[in-house]
């Protein structure tokens, strides 16, 4: 056997669904009923030990919803997530403690992750304290994960405040906070879209770095294919709250299967990461979670569209290594 997808499922998502109920209290003052959000509405994802996903679609489409539901920061409306073999939502205690360390997460804004009035010591040695790690292991750990992340000499950044550091470095550190617990899982939230172009090469190199040097399984959230293809081997992409493509990455960006992957492939030009964007070429049309057309979730954007597409949603099809969830396929 070889590749990641052989081995053991680290992560089993089946049928989760998200919904988020909205503007209940004004609209309830001027009779109007709350809105559903279906931010995530039915997606299934398995993640193999040290496989490394990216989860790629336009703003709204339920990323960041799909990431915390892994890390159990928020509770599924529907379906079920395993870790490790454990039904998440069913730890507590010791238990739901073990998971919170070994399951981490990266956040989009460095400048909001950390306290500004905290030092870069006290932002560090804060997880290590609710984790209830001896203190007498803080300083090497914190020692390594500095080193990890290339921040070696500690010494120069730990009295520091947040707004002392680069953009650059504060990520970096964002980075060596999560690493603190020996997660076996991280989820990466946009890591780099509010950094500099000419940091985010290095910043993506040590995320690639840390995972391979851990053999981290990994979940990489991205709107940009560029990016995701720099970091990822297996792409996910989703489009309004549901999975319409998943496969390894480059036979993806080669062949695309989805009409919406084929508009976002469209919109990458080079694999260069700072190269900016052609605009999708299926118009804006920005997708509405909360009134999601029948059938097909992409069918009134998509050039291809033909009557079952509004009837029926597509089921998975499996092609080789990729599954796509198309009626052209299915
Ligand atoms: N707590 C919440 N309450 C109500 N609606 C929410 C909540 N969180 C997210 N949503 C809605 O769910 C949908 C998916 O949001 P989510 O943040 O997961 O998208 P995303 O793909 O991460 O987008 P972006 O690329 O902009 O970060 C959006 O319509 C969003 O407005
Ligand atoms: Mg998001």
Same mark, same amino acid.
């Given at each position: 056997?070889? $590749?990641?997808?052989?081995?053991?499922?680290?992560?089993?998502?089946?049928?989760?669904?998200?919904?988020?109920?909205?503007? #209940?209290? !004004?609209?309830?003052?001027?009779? $109007?009923?709350?809105?559903?959000?279906?931010?995530?509405?039915?997606?299934?994802?398995?993640?193999?030990?040290?496989?490394?996903?990216?989860? !790629? =679609?336009?703003?709204?489409?339920?990323?960041?919803?799909?990431?915390?539901?892994?890390?159990? &920061?928020?509770?599924?409306?529907?379906?079920?997530?395993?870790?490790?073999?454990?039904?998440?939502?069913?730890?507590? $205690?010791?238990?739901?403690?073990?998971?919170?360390?070994?399951?981490?997460?990266?956040? *989009?804004?460095?400048?909001?992750? &950390?306290?500004?009035?905290?030092?870069?010591?006290?932002?560090?040695?804060?997880?290590?304290?609710?984790?209830?790690?001896?203190?007498?292991?803080? /300083?090497?750990?914190?020692?390594?994960?500095?080193?990890?992340?290339?921040?070696?000499?500690?010494?120069?950044?730990?009295?520091?405040?947040?707004? *002392?550091? #680069?953009?650059?470095? &504060?990520?970096? +550190? +964002?980075?060596?906070?999560?690493? &603190?617990?020996?997660?076996?899982? +991280?989820?990466?939230?946009?890591?780099?879209?509010?950094?500099?172009? #000419?940091?985010?090469?290095?910043?993506?190199?040590?995320?690639?770095?840390?995972?391979?040097?851990?053999?981290?399984?990994?979940?990489?959230?991205?709107?940009?294919?560029?990016?995701?293809?720099? +970091?990822?081997?297996?792409?996910?992409?989703?489009?309004?709250?549901?999975?319409?493509?998943?496969?390894?990455?480059?036979?993806?960006?080669?062949?695309? !299967?989805?009409?919406?992957?084929?508009? !976002?492939?469209?919109?990458?030009?080079?694999?260069?990461?700072?190269?900016?964007? /052609?605009?999708?070429? @299926?118009?804006?049309?920005?997708?509405?979670?909360?009134?999601?057309?029948?059938?097909?979730?992409?069918?009134?954007?998509?050039?291809?569209?033909?009557?079952?597409?509004?009837?029926?949603?597509?089921?998975?099809?499996? @092609? =080789?290594?990729?599954?796509?969830?198309?009626?052209?396929? $299915?």
């Amino acid at each position: 056997m070889s $590749g990641p997808r052989a081995g053991v499922p680290l992560i089993e998502a089946e049928d989760v669904a998200m919904h988020f109920r909205v503007g #209940s209290a !004004l609209s309830a003052l001027v009779g $109007g009923r709350p809105a559903l959000v279906r931010a995530v509405d039915g997606v299934s994802l398995t993640l193999m030990r040290g496989e490394s996903v990216g989860l !790629l =679609g336009e703003s709204g489409c339920g990323k960041t919803t799909m990431g915390r539901l892994l890390l159990r &920061l928020l509770r599924p409306s529907a379906g079920r997530i395993r870790f490790d073999g454990e039904d998440i939502a069913a730890l507590s $205690g010791a238990g739901l403690r073990r998971f919170r360390a070994r399951a981490q997460m990266i956040f *989009q804004n460095p400048f909001e992750a &950390l306290n500004p009035r905290f030092t870069i010591a006290a932002a560090l040695a804060e997880p290590l304290e609710n984790a209830g790690i001896p203190r007498a292991e803080w /300083a090497g750990r914190i020692e390594r994960a500095m080193e990890l992340v290339r921040l070696p000499d500690p010494g120069q950044f730990l009295a520091r405040r947040p707004h *002392q550091l #680069s953009g650059g470095q &504060l990520q970096r +550190v +964002v980075m060596a906070r999560a690493l &603190l617990l020996d997660p076996d899982f +991280v989820v990466a939230d946009e890591p780099v879209s509010m950094l500099d172009v #000419s940091v985010r090469a290095g910043v993506l190199n040590v995320f690639r770095e840390v995972r391979a040097r851990l053999g981290l399984t990994a979940i990489y959230i991205s709107h940009d294919l560029a990016l995701v293809r720099y +970091v990822c081997e297996r792409t996910v992409v989703m489009y309004l709250g549901r999975v319409v493509e998943d496969g390894p990455t480059e036979a993806m960006i080669e062949d695309p !299967l989805h009409p919406y992957t084929r508009a !976002l492939v469209a919109a990458v030009p080079t694999p260069d990461p700072d190269q900016s964007h /052609a605009p999708l070429p @299926i118009g804006r049309g920005a997708p509405d979670a909360r009134n999601p057309p029948s059938g097909c979730r992409f069918r009134d954007r998509c050039p291809l569209a033909h009557d079952r597409c509004a009837a029926e949603a597509p089921r998975p099809t499996r @092609i =080789g290594a990729r599954t796509v969830y198309c009626h052209l396929h $299915g």
